[in-house]
Every structure is written in C-alpha cells, then in structure tokens.
C-alpha cells in the first residue's frame, strides 16, 4: 500500500459508551498526538447519530488546540488548509452495535470452515448459522435457518485450489435461493474465499442479489491456510455492514478514505508489531458490550473477540457465561446471587456509569476479572501449541501488557489500573505494564493502513501511557515473610532498599520516563521470577512507578469472603497508597446468614480438617446445585444472549499477512 | 473531558413537548404502510400492516412427477406464484388415486417456481402498528412506518417487556396494588395502566392478569420475575431497574397529575444502538396559543440545574447541581473522577460522578 506523507491525521473511534477522538501530528518532524477528545457515543437515545458526538469530541480537541477541524455544516474539514485548520487524514474505528451477523458455508468443519473462523479475527462476527457437508438437515430447514437468522454476510469458504466445484457450487446455490426468498430489497454481502476456480459461476449466481467479495482461498492445500486476506476483505464487509447499521455511519464513513474500520483488528496489529520488536505482547480491552483479547508470541498471533464479556451492555450476559461463583470468588463480601445479577443488569441498563461506593467498586471489578479469565481462557489454548490442551493452565511470559477500556483507564489512579490488570491476567515475570488511557489503539491500528511511519513513531513515543514494569512472582509466597529484596539505583546513586512481603503489592514510585537499575532478589523456597531467582535490570518509570507483585502466582486468592475482606482492600491500598479501607462487617454478616455455603463461610479451624475430609462431597453437591441454578439463569437469558459468542479466531500469520507494509520498519 | 464539556444521559421527564416518534413493524416483518405524510393520526390509527416473517417448504415438484425434464413441470402446473394454497390442495400434476399429483403440505402461498420446484411459505402472523399517539405524520419509514409527531407529556424509563399499551392512566389503590383485585367488576382499572411506587412480585403479576389490566408503570422488579414479566400479556415498564427500589417521588407525582388520561406505554426493550427507550406518553391538551417546546438534547450541566443520581446509595434521588469542581474528585471508594456538588431534595449534600447523573431535558 502506497504511503501517505501528507501530515495530520485525525481518528476517531466510536465505542458503545465513549467516542474518542485524537489529533496526530508533526512536531519537530515527528508525529505525536496533539489533541484528544472523548464524548458519550451519541447512537441512541435521543440523537441516534454517531456524528453528534463525534462534532462534540472534535470541539473539544478545536477548544484545546485552536485548530477548527469542521465545516460549517460539520463535517471533517480535510485536506489541511495553510491556517492550519482541517487535517489531511480522517480515519475511523469502530466496536459499537451489533456483530455482523454471519453465515458460514464451507465442505467441511475441520478443514475450510476451521481457517474460516480463523480469518474472523478481529472483526466483530457472530456466526449465526453453519453449513457443512456434515450438516443433516433436508434443504428446506437449512433455507429456512438462513433466513430466519437474518444474516448481514455470506462467508464462502471450500474447496482446495484446483479441487473441488460442484459441492461448493450446490452450497452456494442454497444460500442464493435463501437470499431470493428473504424478499427485501437489501442486497447482502458474499465473501468468497475457496477455490477461485469457481468465482465467476458464483458471481453470476449472486449477482442479482448480493454484492460479491473475493479473497485468496483460506485453504489452498490441505496442510496450507491464507486467511489473511480473507480476514482485510472482512473489514471492508464490515465497515459496509456499519454504514448500512444507520445511526450516521454512512455519513462517518463517506469522509473516511478507510470507511468503518473494526476496532479489534488495531488491537491485533498492535501486539503482533510489539511482539516483533520485544518478543511478546498482549492486549486487553474490556469494553461496554464487547471485550478482546489480542496476544502475540513471536510470530504466532491470536485476537479473540466476545461478545458476552463487557461491563456494560454485555454485563448481564457475562454473568451469564461466568456463573456466580467466578465473581463471587473476586468479591471481599458476600452477595447472593439475585442481588449480584440485579447489580449486573442495572449496569447494561446504564452502562456508562461509575462505581460510586466501595460495595459497586468492588463489584465491577470483579466483573471484570471474572470476565478476563473467561477471555484468557477462551484465547489461551491457541496461543502456543504447548498450551493447546490446558486452557486452565498459567499466563506465559508476555514482555508487554496492554489494558484498555474505561475500568482500567479511567480511575484515576494508576497504580489501580495496574493492580486490576495484574489481577485480570496474572503475568509471570516481567513485563511492561502500558494503559491505552487514550484510546490511541484503535488509531493506530487504522494509522498503520496509510502512515506507518506515524503508526511507529507514536508507539515509539509513548503514545501509551506507561503504567511500568512489574516484577511478579511466581508460586506461593508466605504472608508476612520476606518474597522479594528489591534495590533501586536512582540516576543520582541515591539507593531505595525494601523488603517486599510475600502477598503483597509494593510499588515505588519512579516518576514517568526516569531510569533507574533494579536489582532484586527472590527470597525464600518455591518462588521466582518467571523462572529466575535475580533480575538486573534497568527500567524506566511508569504513572504507576515500578511495580512489584508479590502475591504470587495464581493468585492466591483466600476461599472465604471473611478472608478476602482482610485480604483485597489492602491490596487496594498498596496500589493507590491510600489508607485501607475496611468492608464493612454487617455486609459478611448477611452473608452468613443468607448463604449456608461453605465456599463462604470459614467454618472453625477444628472442623476445617475434619470438613477437608468429609466435606468433598458436600462441595461437590454445593457445586452441583450452584450448576443448576447457573444453568437456570443461562435459560433465562437463552433468547437474548448468544452462548457461542465466543469468536475465536487464530489469525497466525507466518508468512504473507497484512502488514506486509510494516516488515521494513519491524526490522 | 470535565463538566464544560461534558454532555449528561438524558431521560425524558417533560409535562408537556413537542415529541417525534417512529412507529414502525419489526425488523424482520414485510408490510405495508397504512398512512401519508400530512395524515392526522390518533391513538389507535393504524400506521402499518404486516406480517412475522414465516418458514419456507420446497418440494421437489418435477421429482415427484418423474419428468425428465425440469421445464416441463410448467404444463403440470395447478397454481401459479403468489396464489394461497390450502394443505393437501393439489399444486402440480393430477389428481386421484391412479395419477401422479403434488399435494401442499402446508397452508401458505406459493412463492417461487422453478427449477422443478415449487417453494411455499407459510403464512406469518399478522401485525398491526397503530400510532399510539395522537398526532400528524412527518415522514414515512419506506416498508416499516411513519415518523409521527404530537404534543404531551413524556416519562421514560429504563426497561419495559417489549409490549405496548394504549389506556387509561390510573395510580395504584392508596393501599397497594395487590388491594386492585379486590375492587368491582367496574372498577376504573379494567383496561387500564397503572403506576405502582413498589416493586412488582408474583402476586402483582397474578393482579394484572386476573384484572386484564393492559399496563403497569412500576419501579422495579427481582430477576427472578424477568421472564414471568416477559410472558406477561401487559405492557410493563420499569423506572428504576432490577432489584427492589421504589419509585422516585418526583416520578410518581409526575404520574400523579396525569391520571385519567389517555397514555400509551411503550415498553422497549433497551438494546445496542437503539434509539428508543421504554416511555409513556400522555397526550396533554394545549390551552390556546401554547407552543411547548421541543426537548433539548445538547445540555450540558450548570449550576442550578435539577438531576437524578443513577447509582450509589442514593440511586433514584433527584436534587440540584451546587458545585461543578475543575478538577477530578476522589470517592469514597477511592476512585479519582470528575463529579458534582449534588443537594439531594431530601436534605443531603455529595458529590457525585458526572456519568452517574441524569437530566430529564
């Protein structure tokens, strides 16, 4: 792709909550973000247009910098004028709405269809109905599951090159007929990519009624998978998908030379540069209705999406998906479970508000955590063949961690967003801890498609914040017996010493940008840092300062809420460093009352051992029970929720892929 | 993004606007438009017509009939695109026990011939869009609806159990809701809306079937009532949310000086990118030269100005913005965010996020 020099780039990125916008520009030969501005998504009530609040975010950044970024009849001003008002490039992401509701199409699920759904990755897909060779169902049922899941995409998938045609040509009739018979006058898209020896028949059978885009086949061979341009072809589907949502779209996307982008895909191109440059890295972002998870090892990378997991508008439905007890086990009181799902749906009724007392705070972010490891879960056997088998199994070692969303980026306090991005993903080791408190992500990632040196240069600059570094340990630390011996040489050759605790958070504070060497050392038996006893290292500090986590790897968690109400708030304190705040005891004293669980109330140290023993089996009946009522509220929610949201796509590259454009600068 | 510029969630509560309404058939319904641009409309005029979409049966026609070719199950042909057909009308070949027929398997209409085949579609269930306001139409919604505008009061609420109701608005018996069972045959609640300050349970829901009432205004609900709230042939909206709140005051008087008219409820589901929200509508007449303003949707927030809290230990309560800080606020719980100076009408002052406040417009 040919580069555009042309100088500043606004990009604006809708999210279900929260529109963001950011100003980029040269200065002093560099680019660097210049202004920012962030706004509620004005696509519902009352506007229903995503363009008011983009006007809004674009006045705020006009009001910080002087420039005037709109004409009169507000839209983007572009190119740049000699005053300096407009901008050369408007680039556009987006996570809001609905997923592109998908049909798939493909010979069979282990081959064509298997690379399908890697191609996916990271775009906001639901696959809403599957045809196979496998599938059983007489030709009428099959029709009639098309239309009725009424599907924005036709994915196409089949046949080896030079294999292959007249199965695939029988499938495609099938989705042709269905397309006849929905009777609207909206034309759909088609996305093929199988066997090209078939395109032109294809196109002549769609071509009344759907508008037809092709890709390389994501299976040429049987051993060989391309889904790369599959996956650049699924952008466009949905930035056309986008524009045909209403709410404005059309308009956004007229003056975007990109159109819509989705926003997931910047997360992906993001970790798989960094993870070319320091060897690893992953990426967080719990939104409102969707989160993603995008990891990088090497060479191999993974972006799974989910759209059941938010804050939000999806909070109801990761309740859903988590059952009560994963949250319930990140609470320091307890909660029965009508109350927790109240909670839960209140938030998706008003999904941009904040947690205003201790009791919500720790609520939300149990959400989150308990949504995070669902999200690890789902991505985690794809992420290098050894961990295929155990999604259960430890974070590997990530060198860079990235978190977005407004419950990390919007605390206000650092060295809490690092803590809940800790707890989220528990890495082993050391990483470095950045916060896309911006959301210069999704820019970034539309910005690598036209001005790679921009896309490099803000990375370069810590156009993300830097939290800092953290030192984890892994294993079991002891409480109150010394897990870390930390000294810190300033650049002045002032030494800090400290003995970190087994079990707590320590972190110091490093201003942003200073260096400083860190020497530390293990203490005690069973325990690392990711596999090594002492590090030397210089670091450079982050808002949070460095970071040392000393509570172990997993997390260790107490089993009772009592417990974890002398447990949690001081490791909120150590990460705010303000004074703890204490759980109020009449919230564990419902509890107790209410709950007859013995995952809740700590009984007697004296029966402790003797419950160890007998009580195995009345936790498994607990548990059963737990199941049942959590299979209750699944059906409950069976008609509104998607269970197979989980879109998992591994878009491995190794070879070909899109940024292809940005080899020479990874190098 | 600070208090200057930052625009607050907006939740009708106006006693008397100018409002716009879409009223439109379901996404994946077909129809037909039943009014024009211009037309005046009242409550129960019917804006559209259509039908759910319905499953498709192919049958292999030429197939049954052995032809050889597919082409020549044109001169078999009993019926013809677009004609109903009843189950077990004859639809290609002859009738009779020694000759080869296709019957219909199903009651529907034929949509589609070719190929050898005959595919028939089911018939879906009928539909009808009534404007629910009274009114004129601005604009027509091509195959759905009509925009139509009116004068009234507007009260939105947070959920409803996507049904809607057009009725007299009547407030719960002084001594509660469950006590409505218990009045006459012709109490004034037959066929009406009514408005609870407490949360709906089982018995409420057991009250609004036996009484046939059409709506019911209500705080809030358990979960565990979702789905019997769902099933229920009412009309429901919420004001507060899921759990056990009561019904804001200044909500319930709202209600109070509106009873007796006719209202229609609305009760939307509240989804991604819908640019509804779950609301009753009471049309209000206008004393002669009154021109009641439109809502204002660009407010940002000033000193003065009345607001609901939306979460925290005084969800629900309304009061008056006091303060407005530059700078971000650490709460309670520790988290450092912009917020106002609220003074609550029942006596307290805090301070409060600026995503946890709402305006009514």
């Known amino acids: 792709m040919a580069e555009n020099r042309a100088g500043s780039i606004l990009a604006v990125d809708f999210g279900n909550v929260h529109t963001r916008a950011v100003l980029i520009d040269l200065v002093d030969g560099t680019y660097r973000p210049v202004g920012y501005g962030e706004v509620m998504t004005t696509a519902g009530f009352p506007h229903g247009d995503v363009n008011v609040g983009m006007v809004r975010a674009l006045h705020q950044i006009s009001h910080g910098t002087g420039r005037q970024l709109l004409h009169p009849d507000q839209t983007v001003l572009s190119p740049e004028l000699p005053d300096r008002s407009g901008v050369d490039s408007f680039l556009v992401t987006t996570s809001i709405g609905r997923p592109m509701r998908t049909v798939m199409i493909g010979l ?118 391309q889904p790369a341009q599959a996956s650049a072809q699924l952008a466009s589907a949905y930035d056309s998908v986008a524009e045909q949502r209403g709410a404005g779209f059309d308009r956004v996307a007229a003056s975007s030379a990109l159109g819509v982008l989705p926003t997931a895909q910047s997360y992906g191109l993001i970790t798989r540069y960094l993870a070319r440059v320091q060897g690893s890295a992953l990426a967080l972002d719990v939104g409102s209705a ?82 995070a490891e669902m999200l690890v879960q789902t991505a985690r056997p794809l992420w290098t063949d050894e961990a295929n088998a155990n999604p259960d199994a430890s974070l590997p070692p990530f060198r860079v961690i990235i978190g977005a969303g407004a419950v990390f980026a919007n605390t206000g306090r650092p060295g809490l967003s690092a803590m809940l991005l800790l707890d989220a993903l528990q890495p082993q080791g050391m990483s470095e801890l950045l916060l896309d408190g911006n959301a210069l992500i999704p820019a970034l990632g539309a910005l690598a498609r036209v001005q790679q040196a921009a896309f490099v240069q803000l990375l370069e600059a810590g156009g993300i914040i830097a939290l800092g570094t953290c030192f984890s340990v892994s294993g079991q630390p002891r409480p109150g017996k010394s897990a870390l011996r930390v000294r810190i040489t300033l650049p002045d050759g002032e030494v800090v010493r400290q003995e970190v605790m087994g079990g707590t958070l320590w972190m110091y504070p490093l201003s942003l940008g200073v260096r400083a060497l860190i020497d530390v050392r293990v203490v005690g038996r069973g325990i690392t840092i990711g596999g090594k006893r002492k590090i030397r290292r210089e670091v450079i500090g982050g808002t949070a300062g460095i970071i040392f986590d000393a509570r172990g790897r997993p997390l260790p968690l107490a089993l009772t809420a009592a417990d974890r109400a002398g447990q949690m708030p001081t490791w909120y304190a150590q990460a705010t460093g303000d004074e703890v705040r204490p759980i109020n005891p009449e919230w564990l004293e419902a509890t107790a009352r209410k709950k007859e669980s013995s995952q809740d109330v700590m009984p007697p140290r004296k029966e402790r051992s003797k419950q160890r023993r007998g009580g195995e089996r009345d936790a498994k009946t607990e548990q059963r029970a737990k199941e049942a009522q959590e299979r209750k509220v699944r059906e409950r929610f069976h008609s509104g929720g998607s269970p197979q949201a989980a879109d998992v796509q591994d878009d491995s590259q190794r070879g070909k892929d899109d940024i292809d454009e940005l080899r020479n600068l990874f190098s | 993004m600070n208090y200057e510029t930052y625009f607050p969630e907006q939740r009708h509560l106006l006693p008397l606007t100018i409002f716009r309404r879409d009223r439109l058939l379901p996404v994946d319904a077909t129809g037909s438009i039943e009014v024009a641009r211009g037309d005046r409309v009242d409550l129960h005029t019917v804006v559209a017509r259509g039908a759910t979409l319905a499953p498709f049966t192919i049958i292999e026609a030429a197939r049954v009939l052995r032809l050889r070719r597919p082409e020549q199950l044109e001169e078999q042909l009993q019926v013809q695109v677009g004609e109903p057909v009843q189950a077990g009308e004859l639809l290609a070949g002859k009738a009779g026990r020694r000759r080869r027929g296709v019957l219909s398997p199903i009651t529907g209409t034929v949509v589609h011939i070719g190929d050898g085949r005959i595919i028939l579609q089911e018939e879906g269930e009928n539909l009808i869009v009534e404007a629910g306001v009274n009114g004129h139409v601005v604009d027509l919604r091509r195959g759905r609806g009509a925009l139509v505008e009116g004068i009234g009061a507007v009260l939105q609420g947070v959920w409803g159990n996507d049904r809607r109701a057009t009725g007299t608005l009547r407030m719960e018996p002084s001594n509660g809701f469950e006590q409505v069972s218990r009045e006459a045959l012709d109490s004034p609640f037959h066929n009406a809306i009514v408005v609870t300050r407490r949360p709906l349970n089982m018995t409420s829901l057991q009250v609004i079937i036996n009484q046939d009432l059409l709506g019911v205004i209500a705080p809030s609900i358990e979960p565990e009532l979702i789905d019997a709230v769902r099933a229920s042939p009412a009309a429901i909206l919420l004001t507060e949310g899921f759990g056990s709140q009561r019904m804001s005051a200044i909500l319930y008087t709202f209600l109070s000086n509106l009873e007796g008219r006719q209202a229609t409820l609305d009760g939307v589901h509240p989804g991604i990118l819908e640019a509804r929200r779950p609301e009753v509508i009471v049309n209000v007449p206008l004393q002669s030269g009154e021109k009641p303003p439109a809502p204002r949707n660009d407010l940002i927030l000033q000193v003065d100005m009345q607001v609901r809290v939306t979460r925290g230990n005084f969800a629900g309560n309304v009061g008056q913005i006091i303060g407005l800080p530059n700078t971000p606020i650490v709460l309670e719980n520790g988290l450092r965010v912009h917020a106002a100076q609220i003074h609550l009408f029942t006596g307290e002052t805090l301070y409060v996020p600026l995503e946890n406040l709402e305006v009514f417009s």
């Open chain 1, 108 to 225: 069979t699920r282990d081959m064509s269809v298997a690379s399908a759904l890697r191609a996916v990755a990271g775009t906001y897909v639901q696959v809403v109905e599957t045809l196979t060779l496998e599938d059983d169902r007489d030709e009428s049922a099959q029709i009639n599951a098309i239309i009725l899941s009424r599907p924005d995409l036709f994915f196409l998938v089949g046949g080896t090159e030079a294999g292959a045609q007249s199965t695939l040509l029988q499938m495609a009739s099938r989705a042709a007929l269905a397309m006849r018979l929905m009777g609207d006058d909206r034309r759909r898209l088609v996305l093929f990519a199988g066997n090209s020896d078939v395109e032109p028949q294809l196109r002549e059978l769609f071509g009344p009624y759907a508008i037809v885009l092709t890709a390389d086949n994501v299976r040429p061979t049987s051993e060989r998978e």
């Open chain 1, 290 to 371: 969707v989160s993603t998870l995008s990891a990088a090892i090497g060479d191999r990378s993974t972006t799974t999406i989910r759209n059941d997991i938010g804050l939000g508008h999806s909070a109801g439905s990761l309740i859903e998906a988590s059952g009560f007890a994963r949250v319930q086990r990140w609470l320091p009181f307890v909660i029965d479970d009508n109350e927790l799902l109240a909670f839960s749906l209140n938030k998706s009724l008003r999904p941009g508000t904040v947690p205003e007392n201790l009791r919500e705070l720790y609520l939300e972010h149990a959400l989150m955590r308990a949504g």
